[in-house]
């Protein structure tokens, strides 16, 4: 079973700030990575596919880079409808896991 | 645009079995897979099961003993049964389409196990 491995756990940072969160799988996934964003009592929203593509409509202060085993998340410059919890998932295999999760909090 | 709507009941009792159902509307779905994934309160996200218009169903290893997905393409809909669950099966569920990643999802549905 492929592992996802994000950290840090939590991120504490200000508006306006860049910021990088990683995703470390456990065996190489090539880019069979997605990131996502959920924000509380909401469904997750879909950020990033294939590491590094944007989906439609996420701002593009939002990019992923990457690939094998070490994945990264970068925002350029926080809003404050940034602030959430940020999940990686595999694409690699059917099971489709996720991280942990990185809670992106207000300084 | 495609929306997804989970129903069902919010309360199970232990040793039953639960059941969801998610409404596809803004599309067909006889496209596309379709999956049910879940998040116990305060914890992350868990893949549970996906569903293929054409039927091909595949489930996670660790639940795959009690799972079962089926879609109903007449009402443009599809369901997850759960059976003997405990009270680590209490979680939000949420039902999502699922292209490699899942582009479009649900609101959730929060599901209680207890007697």
């Known amino acids: 079973d492929i592992q996802l491995t994000q950290s840090p756990s939590f991120l504490s940072a200000s508006v306006g700030d860049r910021v990088t969160m990683t995703c470390r799988a456990s065996?190489?996934?090539?880019?069979?990575l997605a990131w996502y964003q959920q924000k509380p009592g909401r469904a997750p929203k879909l950020l990033i596919y294939?590491?590094?593509t944007l989906q439609s409509g996420v701002p593009s202060r939002f990019s992923g880079s990457g690939s094998g085993t070490e994945f990264t998340l970068t925002i350029s410059s926080l809003q404050p409808e940034d602030f959430a919890t940020y999940y990686c998932?595999?694409?690699?295999?059917?099971?489709?896991?996720f991280g942990q999760g990185t809670r992106l909090e207000i300084k | 645009q495609v929306q997804l709507q989970e129903s069902g009941p919010g309360l199970v009792k232990p040793s039953e079995t639960l059941s969801l159902t998610c409404s596809v509307s803004?599309?067909?779905?006889?496209?596309?897979?379709w999956s049910w994934l879940r998040q116990p309160p305060g914890k992350g996200l868990e893949w549970i099961a996906y569903?293929?218009?054409?039927?091909?169903?595949n489930y996670n290893p660790s639940l795959k003993s009690r799972v079962t997905m089926s879609l109903d393409t007449s009402k443009n809909e599809f369901s997850l049964r759960l059976r003997s669950v405990t009270a680590a099966d209490t979680a939000v569920y949420y039902c999502?389409?699922?292209?490699?990643?899942?582009?479009?999802w649900g609101q959730g549905i929060m599901v209680i196990v207890s007697s």
């Open positions: 294939a590491a590094s």
């Open positions: 998932q595999q694409l690699y295999n059917y099971t489709r896991t």
């Open positions: 065996q190489a996934i090539s880019t069979f």
């Open positions: 569903v293929h218009y054409s039927g091909n169903t």
């Open positions: 999502a389409r699922r292209r490699d990643y899942h582009d479009e």
């Open positions: 803004g599309g067909s779905i006889n496209s596309y897979y």
